[in-house]
């Protein structure tokens, strides 16, 4: 065999937008799944796993906000004699794998299908900061039912899981609106045919939570001036027009009979407004059967998140405590995880008509607010270190940490080279070790071993006076047959 | 815009090669990644996720046993205005990504640095039964020491791992042989610089699982017929230069400084083979000091899968119980896990030596072996089924499965269609439910619930006598407050 020319080295780096996780940030978010996971368990939901890699045409040449075919996903062409293989895909969410699934498998799964789904997706866009083109998401769906109690439960089920991952009762919220309430708005206005003015509408609505009411007004009539100074044009409505949509968007009364009140009024005798209001108030009946009172869930038609997209109820959890943002300006945390009902999800694949309702959790946006309010570190303890003092006895070391691990303490014996003793603490400095263990050849003669508390020490080093150093050592001697009990009760005392 | 044409349905099922999984299969290998995980951690490993997505200069283009560039992987281009987008691909395995992590991040992390990966991985084969292109990988490897110390490290943990999960000591033993050591075998035999020999003999003595001591020894001298038939070629060695790789292969001895004495015999005067041998006797002497006997890792030089690739200590780990083949012939289930040293790691970025040495769990392979040995059930428990027998009390029904939820009960209420109540109980059993509860208006009315045993139940359907039916009924009425703590006796009964 020839010998390969020589190459230049390749760059040790990821591609433009992905990134590695260390430690931590892979440790707590596999804690949060489960955390996720058992919630939704505990409600019938199954796991499914599937395939990370789809056929093109399975998966649909499109995302959402995305109109260009092809566009948006990771996509490469199968290697045959013919240049004719198929082409593939990476998924770029949980939901159209979920639709292929159903497809596939609709004779072999209940009916309906409660099925939750945690993995990587991947997106072909531009990154940005903070914006990476591969990351976790983290779905329930209730596939083949069109009751409102599969609506209300998938409510239920995301206040436990915000609760369970560490969110308290009165931080959170989720919100609950529908876009049929909606559609019966724009049917009173006399919209409902004209699709082109719906659009635009629901394109605008969308707009709420930045430009306000207000603003909303003025984008549904004569056009408005952005921040920027540009003018942007109005849909061209009359103010009166304009009024029930923003009636709509603004019928959040204190208790939800005076919310439902005001959504009849809107839709006039829209027939689907009133089902959509119906719906509503199911979901308001069943949650409350259930314990869930509005200082958890409730209805508020100010949600537009999803309205375009979604054909029924739509759903959003938001963090309700305040945070300060990149430019030092106090902020509400905002929207952690959303979703909503959906019924056209196999048709592509069978002419069917399935009803279908999910959420979807935002994991990395729930990691970053727990990290915010303090609930979680985003440093880890390190293990145990077991300091080598003299080479030749390895097996002397070898033996305490099998000690100490099978305690159930995690440790490792330092494993660089041991001649430079200030290089084995530092060492444990940089695994943020708290306990470093040492038996050199004169405690090895007297049947003892030395047991550091880095902790302490590095709280003493700062602050101490020296009757405190005195009386609060940070290293202990003790017998050899004392190593993890004595490193147990330094733990403890550390917690 | 103008609407697409209408296109032919698209087909509902994975690329080939790729596969789904539901329910217990997810969160069987879920719980088998926490607990492998767990272990990882005692031994002081930290977690690490790299990109699903590298760049294909940064993956290399090679895979183990694939020559030709490009094969093996998936990969595609970055799509850019002058088309001279970056390649980019798919991992396919967890060293690669290591590789460019460590050399990438190398001034941040410890050194050592022990790191565990877990995760998928892809590879562009031609799929096969039981063969698919996407799958899991679980590595530990420690990266930029020498000391033997961390491979004995690697096999003590690999043995906690394997006991951890469930497979009981004496059901397994890890092996360890060392390549230096065969180095030292060829250079003794005088092949120390005949690089196409070496290989020849290295190729060979791969397939000694498989032909057996005769075997090799034909097929490193004269050549040999095979099973089909077929004349394989020999290397064309001479009987006497044969035998001392075959003293090799067999140099196992009862107990671990007898097998030592014999491979010393084998390397004669060979330094790199004395070296080598050393190498086990340092790993031996650790993994006595942590209490692993050789019930659990032994030295054994008949462990030939690595010796190709490694260069120094190799590992594997095999399951050493029978099972059935799908001929129904008894074998032992064989290997599981598998790894060893390997010097040049880091070198293709830096230009660098960095010892590493590391092991790779086959994860779905240690799931089936655990299913084999019916340590864990292909078959889920379903979940408590509350029936609705009253469309209009979906209210009571809901109130039901959250007081069960709340309890840590897993329950759901019957979503589907709930005319036809025999429906209600083949969805239970589709389920594989064991409890249904039912509560129609007579039960409201008297404040009561049935509570059905479907296990019992079916049981008694199978077996019992008209006595023993009468004795242990299956269905009881209980109040409606009692429904939690009688869910959980039956629950707990069926145990």
Request: charged share 30%.
């Amino acid at each position: 065999m020839a010998k390969p020319k020589k190459q230049p080295r390749p760059k040790a780096i990821t591609p433009k937008g992905f990134r590695d996780y260390f430690g931590q940030e892979v440790t707590q978010r596999t804690e949060m799944l489960r955390a996720i996971a058992d919630v939704y368990h505990r409600y019938g939901f199954d796991a499914l796993e599937s395939s990370a890699v789809e056929t093109v045409e399975a998966l649909g040449k499109f995302l959402p906000d995305v109109d260009r075919p092809n566009e948006g996903v990771f996509a490469w062409q199968e290697v045959d004699e013919n240049d004719k293989g198929d082409w593939m895909a990476l998924r770029y969410d949980l939901t159209a794998p979920l639709a292929r699934v159903y497809a596939q498998h609709r004779n072999d799964l209940p009916t309906p299908y409660r099925r939750y789904a945690m993995g990587v997706v991947w997106r072909n866009e531009k990154p940005g900061p903070g914006r990476y083109r591969q990351f976790y998401q983290c779905d329930a769906d209730t596939v083949g039912t069109a009751s409102m109690a599969a609506d209300a439960e998938i409510c239920a089920m995301l206040s436990d899981t915000l609760e369970t991952v560490g969110i308290p009762r009165g931080d959170y919220l989720v919100r609950v609106n529908n876009r049929k309430v909606l559609n019966g708005v724009l049917e009173a206005m006399g919209l409902g045919d004209d699709v082109a003015t719906r659009d635009a509408v629901l394109r605008t609505i969308d707009k709420f939570d930045k430009v306000g009411k207000a603003g909303v007004r003025e984008l549904l009539t004569k056009g408005r001036l952005d921040a920027s100074g540009a003018f942007i044009d109005g849909v061209g409505l009359s103010d009166d027009q304009a009024e029930p949509v923003i009636a709509f968007l603004t019928s959040k009364a204190a208790v939800t009979a005076g919310t439902l009140a005001n959504l009849r009024a809107a839709v006039g005798d829209s027939k689907i407004g009133a089902d959509g209001i119906d719906e509503l108030e199911q979901i308001g009946a069943l949650l409350d059967a259930g314990g869930y009172g509005t200082d958890r869930i409730e209805i508020d038609p100010s949600v537009v998140r999803g309205l375009g997209y979604y054909t029924g109820p739509v759903y959003e959890a938001e963090l309700t405590f305040e945070i300060f943002d990149e430019k030092d300006r106090k902020r509400q945390f905002g929207s952690v995880a959303g979703g909503g009902r959906y019924d056209d999800l196999v048709k592509r694949f069978t002419g069917q008509e399935v009803p279908a309702t999910g959420i979807s959790i935002g994991v990395d946006r729930l990691l970053a607010a727990l990290r915010e309010k303090g609930r979680i570190s985003a440093q880890a303890t390190g293990p145990v270190v077991v300091t080598v003092m003299d080479r030749d006895r390895m097996a002397d070391y070898q033996a305490m940490v099998a000690e100490l691990r099978n305690a159930g303490v995690r440790a490792e014996v330092y494993l660089g080279n041991p001649k430079n003793f200030g290089n084995q603490l530092k060492y444990a400095d940089k695994r943020n070790s708290s306990i470093a263990v040492i038996e050199g050849g004169d405690e090895k003669a007297g049947g003892i071993v030395q047991i550091k508390d880095l902790i302490l020490g590095a709280k003493i080093a700062e602050s101490a006076t020296l009757e405190e150093w005195k009386e609060r050592p940070s290293q202990f001697e003790v017998p050899r047959g004392d190593l993890v009990a004595k490193v147990r009760e330094i733990l403890d005392s550390q917690d």
